[in-house]
């Protein structure tokens, strides 16, 4: 069974910067792609960012640079570090494990717990 257990998050103020962990079990991680998105309130779950079991990077274009997405094999974590965050970034945060077929990524069944992120300004 796959777990992932993510920590990071918090209460923090605009343009201050966070680091988001999700940390995988049950699976061949370094075999994975590995996905984050975010939820706010009212409002569907959308993909922020990817990495390829490679290590290649997508992002979506809202993050404006902000957002870099890494992994650490040897403990089987992916990272997302978000800078200089804004109040539209306020947003409870998942990670979830996939696959890429060429650029378009597929998330599989198992999730990240959530991580609530919030912005004051």
């Known amino acids: 069974q796959v777990q992932l257990v993510q920590s990071g998050g918090g209460l923090v103020q605009a343009g201050e910067s966070l680091r988001l962990s999700c940390t995988a079990s049950?699976?061949?991680?370094?075999?994975?792609?590995m996905g984050w998105y975010r939820q706010a309130p009212g409002e569907q779950r959308e993909l922020v960012a990817t990495?390829?079991?490679?290590?290649?990077?997508d992002y979506k274009g809202f993050v404006k640079g902000r957002f870099t997405v890494s992994r650490d094999d040897a403990k089987n974590t992916v990272y997302l570090q978000i800078n200089k965050l804004k109040a539209e970034d306020t947003a409870v945060y998942f990670c979830?494990?996939?696959?890429?077929?060429?650029?378009?990524?597929?998330?599989?069944?198992?999730w990240g717990q959530g991580t609530q992120v919030t912005v004051s300004s």
């Open positions: 979830n494990a996939g696959h890429h077929i060429g650029t378009y990524y597929y998330p599989d069944k198992s």
């Open positions: 049950g699976i061949n991680f370094n075999a994975k792609s």
């Open positions: 990495i390829s079991p490679r290590g290649a990077t």
